[in-house]
């Protein structure tokens, strides 16, 4: 199920049920008066219990959950360090925004409608979890992370405290240029921000400049049986008040000392992970 799909709260089946367990059969095959009262008062029962239940289905929505930074304010400075060590060895600066260089796509181009088969609407309250962590890194208070060099992997991401299911963890920050223009782009960071229906408006994060730490996190495997396991993020594009972003989301409980994972190719089948472990 995705993230933000509504969870169905029904009484799925229950009238059949009541059919089924309800079913009268005069004796003999006679019909008497008793019996058709009997046929009548029950008709009648069923009626009234069809109305007192819920007409519609009422969904439950899943809604964000901001991510906690660490308590330990070492803890934190430790997690700030690592991003800053990654990200110096691969000389990025840190950004944890969607940046418009001049010689790229202008913000304008970045319009959520012109995606292809349209994009969810980030809700309020969830909109309002996005500004919360903004608001909690510019202070300092970053998500409970720590970037973690591995010889197989490269730079990996580190829950460093648990990690609740549906937390918003990061997002996906760089600088915002059209797919035409990185047709021969060789970097393993490219993220799609907008698959239009013309694909000249089609846009994408390149993380290759200005970075933050989403740019870190592992994929898994789409070729290997199991690897879909690992998978405990997703990468979910939003319309945030008229403009696409990216969002990386817990999909389940991530225990201390995990390594994050998610499908790299969740919206396209482009990403090459034949060799991923
Ligand atoms: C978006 S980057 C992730 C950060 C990268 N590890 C680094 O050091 O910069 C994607 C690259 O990381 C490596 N990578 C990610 N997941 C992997 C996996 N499951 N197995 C092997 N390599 C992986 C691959 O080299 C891939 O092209």
Known sequence: MGHNEPVWFGFKGSVIKLNKKNKWKPKNGVFNCFTVLCAIALLDSRKRKKRTGPSVHHKKKRRLLPYVPSKDPDCRLQQMQSLAVALTQLNLEFSDDLTYPPNMAPRSANQAILEHEGMQVLCKEDFETLEKCRAMAKRGECPPLLIVYDSCLGYTVEADDLIKDLTLIAEYAGDVDYLKARDDDDGDSLMTLLLATDPAQSLVISPDKRANVARFLSGINNHKPGSKKKQNVKC??????????????????????????????????????????
């Open 236 to 277: 979910v594009r939003y319309n945030v008040k008229g403009e696409s972003r990216v969002l990386l989301v817990a999909t389940r409980d991530i225990q201390k000392g995990e390594k994050l994972y998610y499908d790299y190719n969740g919206y396209e089948n482009e990403y090459p992970t034949h060799n991923f472990i």
